[in-house]
């Protein structure tokens, strides 16, 4: 199994661009999470889905964010417009049944927004 | 709502030393507790899991947690560190009533000196 794959692994933008990270799931987990990591306020859940549909939304800091899955086997967190505060490394994570079994994270996406 | 608390953002061991990182956590129903351990530019791995059973988890690479809900602690332990454990550790909390959220803490900086 390849893991939970996230592209791009690095991504530089100018503020006000539009940003799509996009992550695989490893297949049969049913539920899949967004976090962002900073040195500030560490690791923060924005969103997550369970069978593709949107449980928890309340971590997305802005509407300028927002998430999709239109299938068990792709998600993307966008942001539009981009700001320098962006500017995190976002990790996708997926489980099965869960939390009780564990998260598995993908290896991330360092957004810079300059 | 639930939280964990890591004491020590920093702790340095020499090799060969005992290896000891703290959390406690809070929660109103029977927790679900992780320690993950995030290597750089990596993503974060779990490392062991305590769900029900047993107090006394065993992970990989030689780490165990003691779960003791009368000092709502999970502390990490490892008998001799090994330079390779130099990373950042995470505790997270979750609970075990179905809830699918990890809430994680603020992370601790393990640095192996010779």
């Known amino acids: 199994d390849a893991g939970v794959i996230q592209s791009p692994r690095h991504e530089v933008t100018e503020m006000g661009q539009e940003v799509t990270l996009r992550c695989k799931p490893i297949s049969g987990h049913d539920y899949l999470f967004w976090y962002r990591q900073t040195m500030m306020r560490g690791l923060e859940l924005l969103i997550y889905?369970?069978?593709?549909?949107?449980?928890?939304d309340s971590g997305m800091p802005e509407d300028r964010f927002s998430a999709k899955m239109p299938n068990a086997s792709f998600s993307t967190l966008k942001i539009q417009p981009s700001e320098p505060r962006d500017s995190a490394v976002y990790f996708c994570?997926?489980?099965?049944?869960?939390?009780?079994?564990?998260?598995?994270f993908g290896s991330g996406t360092r957004l810079t927004v300059v | 709502a639930q939280s964990v608390t890591q004491l020590g953002s920093h702790v340095s061991v020499s090799e060969g030393a005992l290896v000891l990182l703290r959390c406690n956590y809070s929660?109103?129903?029977?927790?679900?507790l992780f320690w993950y351990v995030q290597y750089p530019n990596q993503g974060l791995q779990l490392l062991l899991k305590?769900?029900?059973?047993?107090?006394l988890v065993k992970g990989i690479n030689g780490f165990e947690a003691e779960f003791k809900k009368s000092e709502t602690s999970f502390h990490l332990t490892k008998p001799s560190a090994h330079m390779s454990d130099a990373a950042e550790y995470f505790c997270a909390v979750s609970d075990s009533g179905g809830g699918n959220k990890l809430t994680f803490g603020t992370g601790t900086q393990l640095k192996v000196e010779l």
């Open positions: 929660s109103s129903v029977p927790p679900y």
């Open positions: 889905f369970n069978n593709n549909v949107p449980i928890d």
């Open positions: 994570a997926s489980s099965s049944r869960g939390a009780g079994i564990g998260y598995t």
């Open positions: 305590y769900t029900t059973g047993a107090t």
